[in-house]
């Protein structure tokens, strides 16, 4: 298997424009994570989905951000309008419920 | 609210020199706690899960042991290439199934 797959590896985008990023899991996985990492506050949790429905986004910070899973395979994590705040590292991670989460390579954002 | 809180934040060792990284958390009731190792400019790569007080795992140069109240890495006589970033998360369950992470250790261990 290759792995969780995130596109785009880097974006760099002004500030006001809408960002998306993308994920594909582990095939049989049924548990998708989107993480944000920063240097102040490390890897946080934005949003959680079983079996393609959105179990817990108490992490998303704002209404600015928005998540979809369409289907098994795909996922979405999308910044409209986007802030330089939103700078970091965006990771998507797949697992078995319950088990050890695999992570992707994730996506470095930097929006000026 | 889970936390964890992981010491100390950097580590530079020489290669050969054992020590130990240190996981402190506070949850409601621990159902696993997991430890990863992330490179730069890379996701976290999953080395353990330890789910009970006592419990031991072993992956080459590293030793992971949990207590009720913390969790302890240990790298015996490290080489350069287990210089990364190290990162302990807990997972209590509660409806949320995402892993809480600490801020990690940042170890690098020189020739």
């Known amino acids: 298997d290759a792995g969780v797959i995130q596109s785009p590896r880097h974006e760099v985008t002004e500030m006001g424009q809408e960002v998306t990023l993308r994920c594909k899991p582990i095939s049989g996985h049924n548990s998708l994570f989107w993480y944000r990492q920063t240097m102040m506050r490390g890897l946080e949790l934005l949003i959680y989905?079983?079996?393609?429905?959105?179990?817990?986004d108490s992490g998303m910070p704002e209404d600015r951000f928005s998540a979809k899973m369409p289907n098994a395979s795909f996922s979405t994590l999308k910044i409209q309008p986007s802030e330089p705040r939103d700078s970091a590292v965006y990771f998507c991670?797949?697992?078995?419920?319950?088990?050890?989460?695999?992570f992707g390579q994730g996506t470095r954002l930097t929006v000026v | 609210e889970d936390q964890v809180t992981q010491s100390p934040e950097a580590l530079r060792l020489q290669e050969g020199e054992s020590s130990s990284l240190n996981c402190s958390y506070t949850?409601?009731?621990?159902?696993?706690l997991f430890w990863y190792r992330q490179d730069p400019g890379k996701g976290p790569e999953f080395l353990f899960t330890l789910y009970s007080a006592g419990e031991e795992k072993e992956k080459e140069r590293l030793k992971a042991t949990l207590t009720k109240k913390e969790s302890f890495l240990h790298i015996t006589a490290p080489k350069p290439e287990d210089s990364a970033t190290y990162l302990c998360?807990?997972?209590?369950?509660?409806?949320?199934?995402?892993?809480?992470f600490g801020k990690g250790t940042h170890l690098i261990i020189q020739p």
């Open positions: 989905f079983n079996n393609n429905v959105p179990i817990d």
């Open positions: 949850v409601s009731g621990l159902r696993g």
């Open positions: 991670a797949s697992s078995r419920v319950s088990s050890e989460a695999f």
């Open positions: 998360a807990v997972y209590s369950g509660g409806g949320a199934d995402g892993l809480t």
